[in-house]
């Protein structure tokens, strides 16, 4: 279980715990250890001038210590407790990067769509994984892998054309930051449906794809 402080005001669907009292590090090592998910270092936040930036050097970054600090970082990615707590040793203010494609893919819509398709699930009495809520306002729903070649088809089935959501599904080379990553200034990556064990078993995309869509399309 992860250690939780309030939650967000929002429909009852939709709450967002807080994490608290838990270092990056442990964070990272609980992921590896309970959920057994890959995890990999990323960029971290160095004070500058009174600002917080990139590691990465770059004054203009757009995802200020949120992402991997090195091309190779899929190989660098590990389910290894042990190796997760010493990457994070040499690090400890290091972005949680979780690759997708392995034992999760996401799909990521915009926050307004994911709220409303939360709470058309909750009606819908559907079993959700994981949910992230992202300070670039978006909300990442984990699914079983292989999501990223089944969506397209089925969007199309449900008479949309993929390219008329904003929704995108990240699969094998993409990853997502996880909480408490934080985007630079805009704040940090939040659950909106955090890890427990009832949620251990993810949902295959086509029975979540149906309530996303349609909140998308509503989104538009």
């Given at each position: 279980?992860?250690?939780?402080?309030?939650?967000?005001?929002?429909?009852?669907?939709?709450?967002?715990?807080?994490?608290?009292?838990?270092?990056?590090?442990?964070?990272?090592?609980?992921?590896?250890?309970?959920?057994?998910?890959?995890?990999?270092?990323?960029?971290?936040?160095?004070?500058?001038?009174?600002?917080?930036?990139?590691?990465?050097?770059?004054?203009?970054?757009?995802?200020?210590?949120?992402?991997?600090?090195?091309?190779?970082?899929?190989?660098?990615?590990?389910?290894?407790?042990?190796?997760?707590?010493?990457?994070?040793?040499?690090?400890?203010?290091?972005?949680?990067?979780?690759?997708?494609?392995?034992?999760?893919?996401?799909?990521?819509?915009?926050?307004?769509a994911g709220f409303l398709a939360l709470a058309r699930m909750e009606r819908m009495e559907l079993t959700l994984g994981p949910v992230t809520l992202t300070p670039d306002r978006r909300m990442e729903f984990f699914v079983l892998p292989g999501a990223a070649v089944k969506v397209p088809d089925l969007v199309r089935k449900l008479g949309w054309s993929v390219s008329s959501l904003d929704l995108t599904v990240l699969g094998e080379g993409a990853y997502v930051a996880a909480p408490p990553t934080r985007f630079g200034s805009r704040g940090a990556v939040q659950w909106a449906c955090r890890p427990t064990p009832a949620n251990r078993w993810l949902p295959d995309a086509e029975e979540l794809i149906s309530p996303l869509a349609y909140a998308c399309g509503r989104d538009r």
């Open positions: 279980m992860f250690i939780v402080e309030e939650t967000i005001a929002g429909t009852e669907a939709a709450q967002i715990p807080k994490q608290r009292g838990e270092s990056l590090l442990e964070t990272a090592v609980r992921y590896a250890e309970e959920r057994h998910w890959d995890v990999f270092p990323g960029t971290w936040l160095e004070a500058v001038d009174g600002s917080q930036r990139c590691s990465c050097g770059d004054a203009a970054c757009p995802a200020p210590g949120s992402h991997p600090a090195r091309p190779d970082w899929a190989t660098q990615a590990t389910g290894s407790a042990t190796v997760a707590r010493r990457m994070w040793q040499k690090q400890p203010t290091a972005s949680i990067l979780l690759p997708t494609g392995r034992t999760f893919d996401a799909i990521s819509v915009p926050e307004t």
